[in-house]
C-alpha cells in the first residue's frame, strides 16, 4: 500500500521562483494536511482540507495556496518563493472529516525544500 | 490556542532501561492526543492515539497515558533497544478537532 505519497522528494528553488509540491494518498480519506517542520520550531499547519472542494488555512499559510483537485489529491503552491520557506513540508491525511472522529494521522515522507 | 510542550528536549540511556517522555497542553477541551515517532530524514509514523474519555492506551513496549485535568501525556518505553532510537512527537487537537497541534518532540538514543 501506497499511503500518502508526496513529489517531489526535493527541490531547490531561487527567490521568487514559484513550485506546486503534489500529495496523493489512496486510502479513500477525507481530511488533507499541508504541515512544514523547521528546526526548533516543531510542525507547523500551513492549511487543511476537511473534504473534496473544501480548504482552511491553518497556522501558518501566508506565502502558500492550496487546491483540492479531488478526494485523492492535495496540491501545495509557492507562487513566488522566498527564503523564509524553506523548510520540510509534509503532507497528511485522516480518514474523518475532523479529527474528532479520533482516527489517527497518516502522513508522507516529505519534501525537502531550499529556497536561495 | 493550544500549544504543546515536550520535555526534555533530548534523552539518552542504555539499552534495556525502562523510560519516560512527557508531553504537556494548554488546553484541556481535547478530543483525542497522538503519540508520533519520526526517524531521521523521514515522515511520521502513528504510535498511538488516545481518546479524551480514555486514560491510556498500549501498543507492545508503547504505554500511553492521559490526564486532562492536568493537561498532560506521558509515554512509557519499556526496555528500551536501539532501534527505539527517534524523535517522538506528542500533538494534540485544537478545540475545533480541526488540527493537530504538535510539540517540538524529544530525541531519544538507546545505546548498545
Known amino acids: 500500500n501506497a499511503g500518502v505519497t508526496q513529489t517531489p522528494k526535493f527541490q531547490v528553488l531561487k527567490t521568487g521562483q514559484s513550485m506546486t509540491l503534489q500529495c496523493a494518498q489512496d486510502m479513500n480519506h477525507n481530511s488533507m494536511y499541508w504541515y512544514r517542520q523547521d528546526p526548533g520550531m516543531g510542525l507547523r499547519l500551513i492549511y487543511y482540507?476537511?473534504?473534496?472542494?473544501?480548504?482552511d488555512k491553518g497556522e501558518v499559510p501566508n506565502g502558500y495556496n492550496v487546491s483540492r483537485l479531488n478526494k485523492r489529491e492535495f496540491s501545495l503552491r509557492l507562487e513566488s518563493a522566498a527564503p523564509s520557506q524553506t523548510s520540510v513540508y509534509f503532507c497528511?491525511?485522516?480518514?474523518?472529516?475532523?479529527?474528532?472522529?479520533?482516527?489517527?494521522?497518516?502522513f508522507g515522507s516529505g519534501t525537502q525544500l531550499s529556497v536561495l | 490556542k493550544q500549544e504543546v510542550t515536550q520535555i526534555p528536549a533530548a534523552l539518552s540511556v542504555p539499552e534495556g532501561e525502562n523510560l519516560v517522555l512527557n508531553c504537556s497542553f494548554t488546553?484541556?477541551?481535547?478530543?483525542?492526543l497522538q503519540w508520533f515517532r519520526q526517524d531521521p530524514g523521514k515522515g511520521l509514523t502513528s504510535l498511538l492515539l488516545i481518546q479524551s474519555s480514555q486514560r491510556e492506551q498500549t501498543s507492545g513496549r508503547l504505554n500511553a497515558s492521559l490526564d486532562k485535568s492536568s493537561g498532560r501525556s506521558t509515554l512509557y518505553i519499556a526496555a528500551s533497544q536501539p532501534g527505539d532510537s527517534a524523535t517522538y512527537l506528542c500533538a494534540a487537537t485544537d478545540q475545533a478537532g480541526t488540527a493537530l497541534i504538535f510539540g517540538k518532540g524529544t530525541t531519544l538514543s538507546v545505546s548498545s
Open positions: 497528511a491525511s485522516s480518514p474523518g472529516q475532523n479529527l474528532a472522529t479520533n482516527e489517527k494521522l497518516f
Open positions: 488546553d484541556s477541551a481535547i478530543y483525542n
Open positions: 482540507s476537511a473534504s473534496e472542494g473544501t480548504t
